[in-house]
């Protein structure tokens, strides 16, 4: 039985949280990587499918945790096909994670501020939030682009905390990736936790090692 996490409330007052795969279903994301590009990108450009994702899969796998990882321009520009044109063909499956909205609810009733903090690229965010009604009920979306540091990197987390002026010691943090965990661990995050069921047509992480829920319905209190 996945357990309800106990947090302090009274002892928080700003809460982070990354978009995908924490308020948002990374099924999208890897349905659109691991299956519709391939296929979209052999109607393109032709080639055989299994081969063009295999190679694909490979390229893409080679900038994990790099900034051009979440460079959509980057992508579109190296593989000569448009990255978003080919996202908003499925866009219907950008979809917030279960109790995404009952999390955001309670967390505005209880008077928290509230903010997006995401490696992904500006034109994702804005495709994303196009398609759900979620970008009002935060303060910013801050795209980790801006500070030219993903959020796996240590030299993000001084930089956020300047540009926002939160208190890490009263500050929550979720994220579904563990190298981002440990950087938000490191960088004195009260409460970091990590998200277990981040794609809904996935499998679950375990997250051992973190404080971890399977989605943020789990930290509104009972
Ligand atoms: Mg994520």
Redesign the pocket.
């Known amino acids: 039985m996945p357990q309800q996490s106990t947090i302090d409330w009274n002892s928080i007052d700003t809460v982070l949280l ?5 308020l948002l279903d ?1 099924n999208f994301d890897n349905y659109f990587w691991m299956t519709h590009l391939p296929k979209r990108y052999c109607d393109i450009h032709g080639g055989d499918r299994d081969q063009v994702r295999m190679q694909l899969y490979e390229k893409i796998m080679s900038e994990k945790g790099n900034q051009r990882w979440y460079d959509l321009t980057y992508w579109s520009n190296h593989l000569e096909v448009d990255i978003n044109a080919l996202k908003c063909e499925i866009q219907h499956l950008i979809q917030p994670l279960p109790y995404t909205q009952k999390f955001i609810q309670f967390a505005q009733e209880a008077g928290k501020k509230l903010y997006i903090v ?2 992904a690229h500006i034109d994702g965010v804005e495709i994303k939030m196009g398609q759900v009604d979620l970008a009002r009920h935060f303060e910013r979306i801050v795209v980790a682009f801006e500070y030219d540091e993903p959020k796996e990197s240590d030299a993000f987390w001084p930089l956020l905390q300047q540009d926002l002026g939160y208190d890490p010691r009263r500050t929550l943090f979720a ?3 563990t190298a ?1 965990l440990a950087a938000a661990e490191r960088a004195g995050i009260a409460e970091v936790i990590g ?1 277990r069921c ?1 794609d809904s047509k996935g499998t679950r992480n375990e997250l051992t090692g973190h404080k971890a829920v399977d989605n943020l319905g789990f930290l509104v209190p009972q």
């Open positions: 990354d978009m995908d795969g924490t990374l995401t490696n994220d579904d990736n981002v998200m981040p």
